[in-house]
């Protein structure tokens, strides 16, 4: 029988790398931040939100960034890739949040009409309280056999999982929570093909990876 998992806190990682490094992209910057504020400005994205970053001067290190929805959001274009990070990933602003992601893909995609991408990964990070069950109690389905050097304080489990269909790979972590010593912590990580995985597409696949995720570990998002 499924656990209900009520989730008080989620974050999100997101990279879609690029086939190869682009080094016309910074060529006309002034045409790629147009692009970016053209897709953006409908999510929130301010002049005062686009930053050129040049780090330590290294080719690696300069990129745009953009913060959105109160910098909650965080995207970074890259010589070979494009970056998302979501502090707060609140479940009932997953369309608004996705749908910022793809626009800031397109925007790219459309200042570099040969722009291909090589993967698309994707890591949620989920915080929440179990109904009717400890978190030592619930990981210890997963964890049978401890090694005897001490007394135990709680445990975690990390499964790795190879290609299957559009995913490259995948791993699901359990754990307890740094934010609260009774919540349970779960990431999922997946890496998809991008040669089979349509970016108008993603946003679903995305969605549907973590449900089913959650699913085959025991574990149901209230409704």
């Known amino acids: 029988m499924a656990v209900k998992f009520d989730v008080a806190k989620a974050d999100l990682t997101f990279e879609a790398g690029f086939g190869q490094p682009e ?19 409908p999510h929130g994205l301010r002049l005062a939100d686009m930053k050129i970053e040049r ?7 300069f990129h745009i960034l953009c913060y959105l929805f109160n910098f909650v959001m965080t995207v970074r274009v890259r010589l070979d890739r494009i970056e998302v990070y979501c502090t707060d990933f609140p479940r009932d602003h997953v369309q608004k949040f996705s749908a ?11 200042h570099l009409p040969d722009l291909s991408f090589r993967a ?18 619930y990981i210890s ?12 304080t709680g445990n975690g489990v990390v499964f790795y999982f190879g290609p299957e269909g559009d995913r490259l790979w995948s791993a699901i972590t359990l754990d307890m929570s740094k934010i609260d010593p009774n919540f349970l912590y779960v990431r999922t990580h997946a890496i998809w093909d991008a ?6 597409n993603l946003a679903a696949i995305a969605e549907g ?9 025991g574990l149901e998002l209230p409704k």
């Open 209 to 217: 990876f973590v449900g089913s995720a959650l699913s085959q570990i």
């Open 141 to 152: 389905r997963f964890v049978s056999n401890a090694p005897n050097i001490g007394s135990p």
């Open 100 to 110: 910022s992601i793809l626009d800031a893909l397109a925007a790219v995609q459309a």
């Open 23 to 41: 080094f016309a992209l910074f060529r006309d910057t002034p045409g790629l931040l147009r692009h970016l504020f053209k897709r953006l400005e």
């Open 195 to 200: 040669k089979k995985v349509e970016i108008k």
């Open 120 to 137: 698309h990964a994707l890591a949620v990070g989920l915080h929440g309280l179990l109904e009717g069950e400890t978190v030592r109690k």
């Open 55 to 61: 780090g330590g001067g290294s080719s690696a290190d």
